[in-house]
């Protein structure tokens, strides 16, 4: 992901910090000699200087993208200028494996901490709880929700913090500002004041702690990317298994603000690894996210826009880094839609099913273990399914999503029709399934979509969208169990959005084959019309024989 986005330059920035190895041009970055095999050439021989000269414009074309008006022409562009940023050669270890487990860290105490929250939540339960008041339940699940929900809302706005501060300035405060909040929760006594310092304080903290811990993976690592994920992915699984059991030793003999207190400590812990993050990727002009940087075409424009108004500079400050063109791509905007719409019910296990095992299955005392099984079965999915998504080639790796989608609403669904305490653990099992399968799948497909130039922000604003389903889904499921006195109906209405996002994500890659088909049969009309030789005016000799005019050189690549 961090590889993405280097413009084309003589050689990288010398403002960077760069242990280890130095970046490094391979040398097909070197700019191509259009001039050197025009010297020597036979005057007769139009045909092949014709070629040379739209070589050399399509170099022209290269430095000046803005003066192509065509989408197709501008992704052109991106890809080019993609393919030139892949000459940063990173070192593929070293310091990296310690950025690995700082990153490690950073995911698993986060989502360890979030995804244990039930156990927290019946704690929060016993101290907010007014048994007049049916809407107990609906109060106290915002805490949690809110959290989660701030990770995901605030994931848009760290991009451009990221890009433009660095990520470690960026996980460092996000991780202190996580601490904080923790702390603060601790000596907090209302639930007014939980919504503000766990909701809001560690939720915003935790996103901007954990987004640039992804992206420095990708400065240290490109062979081994796959493997560095991997680890991290597995790092985080044992977090995930392990905190559930921590908390439940906590909680009884030290109470809720002294468990507080402890999570705490995780977080100041992360904020001191973040300090490894030292960037190796160079920056255009300074600032800026990479690949957005002013490149050779900006150039031209430097000298007018020092003479705008500080209001323009914000604005267009504002549209550099909040670019919304990925919503002009159909299938990105009905994918984003059908994810938004399934993450509704997503999070309502995560907070409920410890309260829900406790009225249910009143002698059993471990219900903590069904956390462990949906933590160890995720980690266990997110490294099969990646491996098995590799595999499937395209946009049919959204049909994995579809099946995790699907599964997982029924999985919802049969949470409060299981009468023996086994049959919980099972479902929590293909719970954790589900959830490694889906969001393994999304980096993927987002990169399918959109392109890799745009792919870090396509999965930004897909996570701001996810943000407001998925922080409304548990405070609406209390809202059940208040009105109806269990969670029957929660769960089963909790497993009806997966569906339905399932349905909507089955016809994504119809309708890009769709698209596709439509743009092929344009460019074949255009290439042909293209591949049509002018009749020269009679007695004139033809300057070209046949076969010198190539099936697929046309003006159309000329300007990409």
Request: with cysteine; aromatic share 10%; hydrophobic share 45%.
């Amino acid at each position: 992901m961090g590889t993405n986005g280097i413009e084309i330059q003589a050689k990288p920035s010398t403002e960077t910090e760069q242990p280890g190895a130095e970046p490094q041009m391979e040398p097909r970055d070197a700019p191509p000699e259009a001039d050197g095999s025009k010297d020597g050439q036979p005057a007769g021989n139009e045909c092949k200087t014709a070629k040379e000269d739209s070589a050399v414009q399509l170099i022209d074309g290269e430095s000046k993208p803005t003066l192509s008006a065509s989408p197709d022409a501008e992704s052109g562009v991106q890809l080019e200028m993609h393919s030139q940023g892949l000459g940063f050669v990173p070192p593929e270890g070293g310091w990296g494996w310690l950025v690995v487990f700082a990153a490690t860290w950073c995911n698993g105490s986060i989502f360890g901490i979030q995804n244990s929250f039930g156990i927290l939540h019946t704690m929060l339960v016993k101290e907010h709880t007014d048994p007049e008041d049916q809407t107990s339940q609906f109060k106290v699940a915002w805490v949690g929700a809110l959290a989660m929900g701030m990770i995901f809302f605030c994931s848009p706005v760290v991009s451009m913090f990221t890009d433009h501060f660095g990520c470690r300035k960026t996980a460092v405060c996000g991780a202190t500002v996580a601490f904080i909040g923790l702390l603060t929760t601790s000596f907090a006594n209302s639930l007014i004041l939980r919504y503000f310092t766990y909701g809001i304080l560690f939720g915003c903290g935790s996103s901007f702690a954990f987004q640039p811990s992804l992206v420095i993976l990708g400065h240290y690592f490109r062979q081994r990317l796959g493997l560095a994920n991997g680890v991290v992915t597995a790092g985080a699984s044992l977090f995930s298994m392990g905190l559930p059991v921590l908390l439940d030793r906590l909680i009884g003999p030290l109470g809720l603000s002294r468990t507080f207190q402890i999570l705490s400590l995780f977080m100041l812990v992360q904020a001191l690894l973040a300090l490894t993050f030292k960037p190796l990727l160079p920056t255009v002009g300074g600032k800026g996210p990479p690949g957005m940087g002013p490149g050779p075409a900006e150039t031209q424009t430097q000298a007018s826009a020092q003479r705008m108004s500080k209001w323009s500079k914000v604005v267009a400050g504002v549209r550099k880094y909040f670019n919304l063109r990925v919503f002009h791509i159909v299938t990105y905007r009905v994918w984003a839609f059908g994810v938004a719409t399934a993450v509704l019910g997503y999070f309502v296990p995560y907070i409920h099913l410890i309260n829900f095992v406790k009225e249910k299955f009143k002698e059993n005392k471990k219900e903590w273990v069904l956390l462990v099984c949906i933590g160890a079965s995720s980690g266990v999915g997110r490294l099969a399914f990646g491996k098995i998504g590799d595999l499937i080639p395209g946009l049919r790796k959204i049909y994995m999503q579809v099946a995790s989608f699907m599964a997982l609403g029924l999985m919802s669904m049969m949470i409060p029709q299981c009468a023996v305490f086994e049959a919980l653990v099972v479902v929590c099992v293909f719970l954790g399934l589900c959830d490694g399968c889906f969001l393994t799948m999304m980096a993927p497909i987002a990169f399918e979509l959109v392109g890799p130039m745009q792919a870090s922000q396509a999965i930004g604003y897909l996570l701001g969208l996810m943000s407001l389903p998925m922080t409304a889904g548990p405070p609406i499921a209390g809202l059940l169990h208040g009105y109806f006195g269990n969670y029957t109906v929660a769960f089963s209405l909790a497993g009806v959005p997966p569906m339905i996002g399932g349905v909507v994500l089955f016809f994504v890659p119809l309708i890009h084959r769709r698209i596709q088909r439509n743009q092929e049969s344009s460019e074949e009309k255009l290439t042909t019309v293209h591949m049509l030789p002018t009749t020269p005016p009679a007695g004139e000799p033809k300057s070209c024989s046949n076969g010198d005019i190539l099936p697929g050189y046309t003006d159309v690549e000329t300007h990409i």
